[in-house]
């Protein structure tokens, strides 16, 4: 019997820190359940959400698509989990109008990585970031648990600007794997750490509790290495002649969207877009992830997936604004994975309103849309490897320069 209850205590605790460990940093703990997870939802049914978070998206010019010339920049929009039934929510709930789908070319995305056949976040952001496929729970790591190297120092000892953006933590897996190197995405504090000697020019993401409570003495050494440190996003446009800029967003700004954490992700894109394009005459590289896509579907929740879409397709929509004035921008938007295994049943065009079943609490194998806009962006129609996306804009950026 004493056996069994120590065993049984062993067990709750290894379980507990995992738990802990996946959930990681403050704004993670926002509801979000184990990623990994692909136990079917028990007695699931559809969760309906009217929704009155409309915008009116851009609607591109199209001068520039397809065509063979130069590419001097390269927007990547990562929506975490967004597959297309993320994004068709989105757009029935917008009034049947999402900048992502007025676009042409498309194609779609293995996710599958090194070590699963249902990827995490950071094996799928490495492969965008560093082109290699690698082991769930890596962060810009080869299987053998080498660095590998990401698009900033690629990029930036050539003259390119580069800069990422998030709804999550800077320390979460998507946008840590632009500037880190490490063999466990739970490690906070190593991964800040890495920040202040990364070949990044910008940052914005959250948050202030999390640097508080893994990495207080980082800050000033991100000031150290040159970044101007901000906690207002709408204070990037006023630094523009900075020659670093980091943005640690205040813990509100990146609650979820339907809570009210206002145009944080619109925002920060139009200025970040503004401050790289002026810092560098050799192009810049973006990428801005809509976090929160990924946690309102493992939630389960129709509200928190739609809204988080919605306001992903308004940065998505300042990017091709920006690209259309400039001629010379590629923009992508595409998902690192799908989550919850969503579909929609039914739903109600006048009343902008969504039915939708989820049929897992984690992510799924599918192959997740991709979609490009500007010159080349033929170049990434059909079917694809992730690891070939970041080759593609590599190559694309390093023939512009």
Not at 17 to 26: F, I, N, V
Not at 162 to 174: F, K, R
Not at 288 to 301: F, P, R, S, V, Y
């Amino acid at each position: 019997m004493k056996k069994t209850l120590l065993l049984f205590a062993a067990l709750l605790m290894s379980f507990s820190l995992a738990w802990a460990q996946e959930k990681g940093t403050p704004a993670a703990e926002n509801k979000k359940a184990d990623e990994n997870s692909t136990e079917k939802v028990a007695d699931k049914v559809p969760d309906t959400y009217a929704n009155d978070f409309t915008y009116t998206p851009y609607t591109p010019t199209f001068k520039s698509d397809g065509s063979n010339g130069k590419v001097k920049n390269v927007i990547l929009l990562i929506g975490d989990g967004m597959g297309m039934a993320q994004a068709v929510s989105g757009y029935y709930a917008n009034g049947n109008d999402l900048a992502i789908l007025k676009l042409k070319r498309l194609g779609f995305v293995r996710t599958y990585s090194a070590s699963h056949f249902t990827t995490d976040s950071a094996a799928s952001g490495t492969t965008y970031a560093c082109g290699v496929k690698t082991t769930n729970g890596f962060v810009g790591m080869t299987p053998d648990e080498k660095p590998a190297a990401n698009i900033p120092e690629k990029l930036s000892p050539k003259g390119i600007a580069t800069g990422v953006i998030s709804t999550d933590n800077i320390s979460g897996a998507t946008p840590s794997v632009f500037y880190a190197h490490v063999a466990k995405r739970g490690a906070t504090a190593d991964i800040l750490s890495q920040l202040p000697l990364s070949k990044l020019d910008l940052f914005a993401a959250g948050c202030e509790s999390l640097w508080e409570k893994y990495a207080p003495e980082q800050v000033a050494e991100l000031k150290k290495a040159g970044f101007t440190v901000l906690n207002d996003y709408n204070q990037i446009q006023d630094n523009l002649s900075a020659a670093r800029i980091g943005v640690i967003a205040k813990d509100a700004d990146v609650q979820p969207v339907m809570n009210g954490r206002g145009d944080f992700l619109p925002a920060t894109v139009r200025q970040a877009i503004e401050f790289l394009n002026g810092k560098s005459k050799k192009g810049f590289f973006l990428m801005a992830e809509g976090a929160q896509i990924d946690w309102g579907c493992h939630n389960n929740d129709v509200k928190y997936t739609v809204t988080e879409v919605i306001d992903f397709d308004k940065a998505v929509s300042e990017a091709l604004k920006f690209a259309d004035q400039d001629g010379q921008t590629l923009v992508i938007i595409t998902a690192d994975h799908e989550t919850g295994g969503m579909t929609i049943p039914n739903g109600d065009y006048d009343q902008n309103k969504v039915r939708a079943l989820y049929t897992v609490g984690g992510h799924t194998g599918v192959m997740v849309p991709l979609y490009a806009y500007g010159p080349h962006s033929q170049d990434f129609q059909g079917v694809q490897e992730n690891t070939d996306v970041h080759k593609k804009i590599v190559e694309l950026l390093e023939k512009g320069k």
